[in-house]
């Protein structure tokens, strides 16, 4: 995948352990989502979170990318390609910078992305939100995505596995 077709607006590029430092200065403002997923998030979470893949999947697959105006670091995605099965993306983790939230940033990032995976042959994008977490589950509800009925138990709760279909988005 071409990163740099997710974005006509912002600078996208993959994020580095060099960049780690960065993404926890945007990371640890968010205090909603940490109350529902904790521990709090670290620098060294941030490298883990960076190499960590999903069963059967490789680096080939795995996108943990951040939005840039100039050299201002927006947003952060975690994007894995045709998991858990094919012609679906897995996004595994969304952040936006709090600096910027409530502008709309995310869903205008999401209005870019969505419809790229669309022209790239993905047939879903799929995530999962912390049980619980109002914030999370009314943003991606606002941005189309749909409860599946699946629930993950994990060590503090549980993941609400959440799915938008992406044929709509072949248009645009």
Known sequence: MDIQ??????????????????????????????????????????????????????????????FFQDTALLAVMDLIENYPRQKTAMIGFFAVNTDFQGRGLGSAILGEVLPVLARLGFEKARLGIDKGNPQSRAFWTKNGFQWTGEEYPNDFSSYLMMEQELQGFKEI
């Not at 996208?12 to 109350?35: C, G, K, Q, W």
């Not at 979470?45 to 951040?66: F, T, V």
């Open 5 to 66: 077709q997710l974005s006509k607006q912002y600078t996208v590029r993959h994020l580095s352990p060099e960049d780690a430092t960065m993404v926890y200065e945007i990371l640890r403002n968010h205090t909603i989502f940490y109350r529902y997923h904790p521990p709090l998030v670290t620098v060294e979470s941030i490298l883990d979170d960076m190499k960590a893949l999903p069963p059967n999947k490789s680096y080939e697959d795995k996108h943990y990318i951040g």
